[in-house]
């Protein structure tokens, strides 16, 4: 049972390259988090699912789209990358909506 | 106010102390409450959920006192292993999906 599982772990980008983090968890989890966690700031909501084909804004979404068009796989995608982009992007799922979170390991983007 | 805060510490403390850690929440629709645990450059785990009025699981003890809107986190005996960044989460209300983390309280345990 691998729980969260996040692609890829680290990746470095130029400014204006686009790329696409898969999360995936096997739990048969509804809902489905993006986190962001930069130092000083805490984890910051960027995206969330609570479904299959459906996907809401969080704290700070802009730059960033997701699809959720399979119940086990969520996806955070930068269209055009920026240096305020460089960050820890935690994926999260959760069985309900007050449920806890299980996390996956993380993704360190950097992006020059 | 914001939604969670936390004193971020670092709290230092020796092995074998009790130490406690307090987390005010804003939103008083909050229903259920987690307290996670990060090690350095790691994801959060769950530590410990509270759904009352408080949990214990052996050496950790929660409580929550809704009329002060806070909730506590103690910590006795304390082991080298208790280092890490206790962070807490409040849920919002009926219908909210959204967790908001607090920044966390920092713990290092000396030995």
């Known amino acids: 049972n691998a729980g969260v599982t996040q692609t890829p772990k680290f990746r470095v980008l130029k400014t204006g390259q686009s790329m696409t983090l898969l999360c995936a968890q096997d739990m048969n989890h509804e809902y489905m988090y993006w986190y962001r966690q930069d130092p000083g700031m805490g984890l910051r909501l960027i995206h969330y699912s609570v479904g299959e084909g459906t996907t809401a804004k969080g704290e700070v979404p802009d730059g960033y789209n997701v699809s959720r068009l399979k119940k086990q796989n969520f996806l955070l995608g930068l269209e055009s990358a920026a240096p305020s982009q460089t960050s820890v992007y935690f994926c999260?799922?959760?069985?309900?909506?007050?449920?806890?979170?299980?996390f996956g390991n993380g993704t360190r983007l950097t992006v020059t | 106010r914001k939604e969670v805060e936390q004193d971020p510490g670092p709290f230092n403390v020796p092995e074998g102390a009790t130490v406690a850690f307090n987390c005010t929440y804003s939103n008083s629709a909050s229903q259920s409450f987690f307290w996670y645990r990060q090690d350095c450059r790691k994801e959060p785990k769950l530590l410990m959920s509270v759904y009352s009025s408080g949990n214990e699981d052996g050496r950790f003890t929660a409580q929550l006192n809704r009329a002060s809107q806070y909730i506590s986190l103690l910590i006795r005996d304390s082991k080298l292993s208790d280092s890490a960044t206790y962070l807490c989460v409040p849920k919002g209300g009926a219908g909210s999906y959204q967790l908001t983390f607090g920044k966390g309280t920092k713990l290092s345990v000396i030995p």
């Open positions: 999260a799922s959760s069985w309900q909506g007050n449920s806890p979170l299980h």
